[in-house]
């Protein structure tokens, strides 16, 4: 019921998300394409909203060298409202885009542990036009393999994405 916090980030982050390439736990999504994950378009229509499979699935975004993270921005969709379930946020390190070591959660909202990732603490929440923000600088960060898990919402078991933009710089 209230406005989503600002992204507060230090002076020169950017989105580093923007055309990067995405990958995911299935092949093909059944409707859209991977690459409007990360395109900027956040409209909740026909044309931006990719469609995974039911039950647990994830997305990988490749930022293609290693970053300090500030924060994530994700957007499902929210042309109705819903809520996502098990919502996970990992980054992982150059080299690890299999998620095995030197993976760090800065959000998990899955509370019985059902995606199989460790029980979460954050709080569900309804979809917005704003995204929801998921300050990654408490957490430090550094990364160059973002991955969003979720397992269907409360609507149905389908798992979507309209946009995700991930506010960082480049380690230098």
């Keep these: ?3 989503r916090p600002n992204i507060l980030v230090p002076a020169g982050a950017t989105n580093l998300a923007l055309n990067k390439p995405v990958t995911s736990s299935i092949e093909e ?7 409007w994950i990360v395109d900027g ?3 909740a229509t026909d044309g931006s909203l990719v469609e995974l499979d039911p039950f647990t699935q994830h997305i990988t975004i490749d930022l293609e060298q290693t970053c300090d993270i500030y924060a994530i921005v994700v957007w499902h969709y929210h042309k109705q409202q819903r809520v996502y379930l098990d919502v996970v ?13 030197d993976v760090k959660t800065v959000f998990n909202n899955d509370d019985d542990n059902s995606s199989g990732l460790g029980v979460g603490t954050d709080m569900n929440y309804v979809e917005t036009s704003e995204g929801k923000l998921i300050d990654a600088v408490a957490k430090g960060v550094k990364g160059r393999y973002v991955r969003l898990y979720s397992n269907g919402n409360n609507s149905n078991d389908q798992n979507h994405y309209l946009e995700v933009e991930v506010y960082g710089k480049p380690v230098q």
């Design 89 to 101: 946020a990992q980054v992982t390190s150059d080299g690890d885009a299999d998620f095995i070591t």
């Design 41 to 43: 378009n956040k409209e």
């Design 29 to 35: 999504p059944i409707m859209g394409e991977f690459s």
């Design 1 to 3: 019921g209230k406005a």
